[in-house]
């Protein structure tokens, strides 16, 4: 998988490397708030979360200028949803300064580039700061949804 750069980011493949922030960022208040407890507390445990879930599809680290990770975001092929599905996580002291919706535009243009002309992209129906950032990349409420696996409603955007 190619990186990706922005004006203020650079996006990298995940790599056993990137096992520490993982460790940090799947227990970041935020993730665990809005995207779920994944039992991850070792960094042995970050590194096999890495190889099996992240790894598995298009996940990049976001970057900034000095190579400091701030967060993920990705392309997921996510049961239930006829799409893919982009998602992103910031570590909370990186929220608010446009870097998911700067990281989450390259990857929606990176996913344009491998030919996906419909991407997705779900939340928390409280999640309003993440609706924000979808809405700003050009994707538009479409319907709330049962998704398997997710614990209640999940908001649905559409390109």
Same mark, same amino acid.
């Given at each position: 998988?190619?990186? !990706?750069?922005?004006?203020?980011? *650079?996006? *990298?493949?995940? *790599?056993?490397?990137?096992? &520490?922030?993982? %460790?940090?960022? +799947? #227990?970041?208040?935020? @993730? =665990?708030? #809005?995207?779920?407890d994944r039992? $991850?507390?070792? =960094? ?11 790894? &598995?599809?298009? @996940? ?9 990770? !701030? ?5 997921? #092929?996510?049961?239930? +949803?006829?799409h893919l599905d ?7 002291? /990186?929220?608010?300064?446009? /870097? ?6 390259? $990857? ?10 419909? $991407? +997705? ?5 409280? #999640?309003?700061?993440?609706?924000? =950032? %979808? ?6 409420? =479409? ?6 696996? @997710?614990?209640?409603?999940?908001? +649905? /955007?559409?390109?």
């Amino acid at each position: 998988m190619t990186s !990706l750069a922005t004006e203020r980011l *650079t996006l *990298t493949p995940p *790599t056993l490397a990137d096992a &520490a922030f993982v %460790l940090e960022l +799947l #227990n970041d208040p935020g @993730w =665990v708030r #809005n995207i779920g407890d994944r039992g $991850v507390s070792t =960094v042995d445990q970050a590194g096999a979360y890495i190889a099996d879930r992240f790894s &598995a599809t298009a @996940w990049f680290v976001i970057r900034d200028a000095a190579g400091t990770p !701030l967060g993920m975001c990705g392309l997921v #092929n996510r049961p239930g +949803l006829d799409h893919l599905d982009i998602g992103y996580a910031l570590l909370e002291r /990186y929220a608010g300064k446009g /870097y998911a919706t700067e990281a989450a535009r390259a $990857v929606l243009a990176h996913a344009r580039v491998l030919g996906h002309t419909t $991407v +997705l992209g779900i939340t928390a129906p409280d #999640n309003t700061a993440s609706q924000r =950032v %979808l809405e700003k990349i050009g994707l538009r409420f =479409v319907q709330m949804i049962d998704i398997p696996g @997710w614990e209640g409603p999940s908001a +649905l /955007y559409s390109v």
